[in-house]
């Protein structure tokens, strides 16, 4: 049984950063992570994705060049560092596993684990 658990968001104003990471629990080293948010009454997007053996990353283009995702097999772990932040970047940013596939794994039904979010609130 697979387990995430996120942590490090907060409140940061516009321009700053945050580093969010998931702590996995179980097996989860050849698995593919995911990052996924959903902001008040949208629908939760892909953020970002990393292969599992971290050298293969995918990015939504709203985040390319300010987000960078990575993980640390040894404590199977994965790090979501969000830069220059938005006010449209406001939301609650979940983590997600799936045991097969690849970082263009983009779509919420490829991954069957979830951790139970961290909110990110970025104030202008």
């Known amino acids: 049984q697979v387990q995430l658990v996120e942590s490090g968001g907060g409140l940061v104003q516009a321009g700053g950063s945050l580093r969010l990471s998931c702590g996995a629990s179980g097996r989860t080293s050849s698995y593919v992570m995911g990052w996924f948010r959903q902001a008040p009454g949208k629908e939760r997007e892909f953020v970002a994705a990393?292969?599992?053996?971290?050298?293969?990353?995918n990015y939504a283009d709203s985040v390319k060049g300010r987000f960078t995702i990575s993980r640390d097999k040894d404590k199977n772990t994965v790090y979501l560092q969000l830069n220059s932040l938005k006010p449209e970047d406001t939301a609650v940013y979940y983590c997600a596993a799936a045991r097969s596939g690849g970082s263009y794994y983009t779509r919420t039904y490829e991954y069957p684990y979830w951790g139970q979010g961290t909110q990110v609130t970025v104030s202008s």
């Open positions: 990393i292969s599992w053996g971290g050298g293969s990353r």
